[in-house]
């Protein structure tokens, strides 16, 4: 594995607005203001908790039909470990080969300019690859 460093953790929350006060009630400071991303149906903001631990929340945009509406079913909370890598369409490859489920091939992300794409380990963990370098859509 490649990986260059913890680019955030995934939270799944139903809905951005109430989310996004209550974690900045809590002394979270936002780093990427929520985006929508139609690619991945969610809507997204980067936010830096504790100062240490960069946290993505991330909201279903039509809660019917979202890659995040199971695990709101299950009810929502920490979802995914991301990490930054030279090459994601590699990393995903050697995840597969090692016996990972491949969930989301390589595509654009809105919110990060960068490729990402995602694989869930046979332990259930559910890993994101994002690209150190920004992409052109």
């Not at 995934?10 to 989310?19: I, Q």
Request: aromatic content about 6%; proline content about 9%; some cysteine.
């Amino acid at each position: 594995m490649s990986v260059t460093s913890l680019h955030h953790v995934g939270f799944v929350v139903p809905r951005m607005g109430p989310a996004l006060d209550r974690w900045r009630g809590e002394g979270a400071e936002v780093i990427v203001e929520p985006i929508d991303d139609p690619i991945q149906r969610v809507t997204v903001a980067l936010l830096n908790v504790d100062g240490t631990v960069p946290v993505e929340l991330v909201a279903p945009i039509d809660p019917n039909d979202s890659p995040v509406s199971g695990r709101l079913r299950r009810g929502g909370g920490l979802d995914h470990f991301c990490y930054s890598v030279p090459d994601v369409a590699s990393e995903l490859d050697a995840e597969v080969a090692g016996g990972a489920m491949l969930v989301c091939p390589p595509v654009f992300a809105v919110a990060f300019k960068r490729r990402i794409g995602f694989v869930q380990r046979r332990s259930g963990l559910v890993v994101e690859f994002i690209s150190d370098d920004e992409v052109a859509p």
